[in-house]
T-cell receptor
Framework: AQTVTQSQPEMSVQEAETVTLSCTYD???????LFWYKQPPSRQMILVIR??????QNATENRFSVNFQKAAKSFSLKISDSQLGDAAMYFC???????????????FGQGTILTVHP | DAMVIQNPRYQVTQFGKPVTLSCSQT?????MYWYQQKSSQAPKLLFH???????NEADTPDNFQSRRPNTSFCFLDIRSPGLGDAAMYLC????????????FGPGTRLLVL
């Protein structure tokens, strides 16, 4: 079974600064996707960024980028120019595309609470 | 805007009194998921539908059931809620099975008295 680990229960950043959230995962599969989801206090889960395992290029979405290290099974999220609205719980998630019992099911990490200080 | 809608946003029920939570989507997605999320924890998948094909997670209690009468709607039925079932229930959809992006609704917070 796949596992996802977020080793930082809480992180904080000053507004306009950069912060990196860590995520590691364990899998024996080669075909999978990785996601970062954001869950603000309003609780709606929102997709931040997605990475396909077979793509070496790191995904980028505006101020959000990832550092995907497939061999190390590491998938960190960098938030540049942090804004107050970035404050939320961030979940790293793995989704298998390889068939089998885990096919299409999201496995979440424990989450990291990000606080943004003005 | 296309979206995932959950009703009600807050639901209070009594211990042992059946309750139904509703999810609808205008995305025309084939797959619908139900997650349970307890405070400060990651969401836990309860089951999902791929079209009309129901897939139950092995550790989902029998107390939880689901119905999907059509593409747009999916219901979560809790037959006899216990205090431990108090949680946020999240509905999500995706275009197909596989590692597709899942789109989440706002959730229903269930309180059991």
């Amino acid at each position: 079974a796949q596992t996802v680990t977020q080793s930082q229960p809480e992180m904080s950043v000053q507004e306009a600064e950069t912060v990196t959230l860590s995520c590691t995962y364990d899998t024996s599969e080669s075909d999978y996707y990785l996601f970062w989801y954001k869950q603000p206090p309003s609780r709606q889960m929102i997709l931040v960024i997605r990475q396909e395992a077979y793509k070496q290029q790191n995904a980028t979405e505006n101020r959000f980028s990832v550092n995907f290290q497939k061999a190390a099974k590491s998938f960190s999220l960098k938030i540049s120019d942090s804004q107050l609205g970035d404050a939320a719980m961030y979940f790293c998630a793995y989704n298998s595309n390889a068939g089998g019992t885990s096919y299409g099911k999201l496995t979440f990490g424990q989450g990291t609470i990000l606080t943004v200080h003005p | 805007d296309a979206m995932v809608i959950q009703n009600p946003r807050y639901q209070v029920t009594q211990f042992g009194k059946p309750v139904t939570l509703s999810c609808s989507q205008t995305l025309n997605h084939n797959v619908m998921y139900w997650y349970q999320q307890k405070s400060s924890q990651a969401p836990k998948l309860l089951f999902h539908y791929y079209d009309k094909d129901f897939n139950n997670e092995a550790d989902t209690p029998d107390n939880f059931q689901s119905r999907r009468p059509n593409t747009s709607f999916c219901f979560l039925d809790i037959r006899s809620p216990g205090l431990g079932d108090a949680a946020m229930y999240l509905c999500a959809t995706s275009t197909r099975q596989g590692a597709e992006t899942q789109y989440f609704g706002p959730g229903t917070r269930l309180l059991v008295l």
